[in-house]
């Protein structure tokens, strides 16, 4: 069955840290470009990381530079999201998902993923004040 299953999601005081995973099955994840976004109440979703496969470029969402760092582990076909610092604003459903190339967007230059193939379910982070 191809899906991506995230978690690691919940609950955390603001300053906490939490760490992610989203494993592919039926997906090799070094194929593709990948990435990491996230939805909060009442707003669009939005890319925070993704990575091309051709050279390993990455690209990150302004506000979370220096706190979040993304990574993959081949080997278990899994890619985490390691949060530290946590704010408020964080709060959201987060998502991973596959797709043909990763780059960002003009003017915002947020991440974005095109040739979106398949999205998780997605698990929440709450981060309280």
């Known amino acids: 069955e191809v899906q991506l299953v995230e978690s690691g999601g919940g609950l955390v005081q603001a300053g906490g840290s939490l760490r992610l995973s989203c494993a592919a099955s039926g997906y090799i994840l070094d194929d593709y470009a990948i990435g990491w976004f996230r939805q909060a109440p009442g707003k669009e979703r939005e890319g925070v990381w993704c990575m091309r496969s051709k050279d390993g470029s990455t690209h990150y969402l302004d506000s979370v530079l220096g706190r979040f760092t993304a990574a993959t582990d081949n080997a278990k076909n899994t890619m985490y999201l390691q949060m530290n610092n946590l704010e408020p604003e964080d709060t959201a459903v987060y998502y991973c998902?596959?797709?043909?190339?990763?780059?960002?967007?003009?003017?915002?230059?947020?991440?974005?993923?095109?040739?979106?193939?398949?999205w998780g379910q997605g698990t929440l982070v709450t981060v309280s004040s």
């Open positions: 998902a596959v797709g043909e190339t990763c780059t960002v967007a003009a003017g915002t230059k947020m991440p974005l993923i095109k040739g979106l193939e398949r």
